[in-house]
């Protein structure tokens, strides 16, 4: 029994170490930000579905700009995905979102003549959070902390039925996923 036992409380104490290193238990704000999304040009697909599918999106999009002769980094991708239907009112099987990953203005132009989807996110005011990037489960904890997150955050501000999408962009150089919720 005493084997058992403690089997059990190295067993939790592994999982509650690695849910400790991958941010689990950090602390999610929003903010309110006057130009807070930056605005990126984008190459992208459309995906309907369940949202935890954009991954296989972003990867597809990404080596498709690739052949196609972006500058797209295999390890670091530049990746974005833009939310665009609120999942506590939409059946999953509905949920719309666009993969891809950000470009510059003269890369989209070319993927676009090449029959690639790109456009144009503006810069716009948004509220903002950030999730400490750790490896690629911090993508999946990010989005169980951060997204009840705001929902607490647009409560308290009185922006619960703002018409809006959220944008996920990974922030390579410091380690961060960044989400921005922006007014359609």
């Not at 990404?62 to 670091?76: F, R, T």
Request: charged share 25%; with cysteine.
């Amino acid at each position: 029994m005493g084997k058992v036992l403690n089997i059990v409380v190295v067993l939790v104490a592994v999982a509650v170490g690695t849910l400790h290193w991958h941010s689990a238990f950090s602390t999610v704000k929003w903010r309110e930000v006057e130009n807070g999304f930056p605005g990126h040009w984008i190459v992208y697909d459309d995906h309907v579905g369940h949202f935890k599918n954009i991954g296989d999106v972003v990867v597809r999009v990404a080596a498709q700009a690739k052949e196609l002769g972006a500058d797209v980094d295999d390890v670091d991708i530049p990746w974005i995905g833009v939310y665009l239907s609120d999942p506590n009112v939409v059946p999953e099987e509905e949920w719309r979102s666009q993969g891809g990953v950000v470009v510059d203005e003269a890369t989209a132009k070319k993927l676009a003549a090449a029959g690639m989807k790109t456009r144009y996110l503006e810069p716009k005011d948004a509220f903002v959070a950030e999730f400490p990037y750790v490896s690629s489960w911090s993508v999946m904890v990010g989005v169980l902390r951060v997204y009840p997150a705001l929902g607490e955050f647009c409560k308290e501000n009185s922006a619960e039925d703002r018409d809006s999408f959220v944008v996920e962009r990974m922030d390579w150089d410091a380690r961060v996923i960044r989400y921005y919720a922006i007014e359609k």
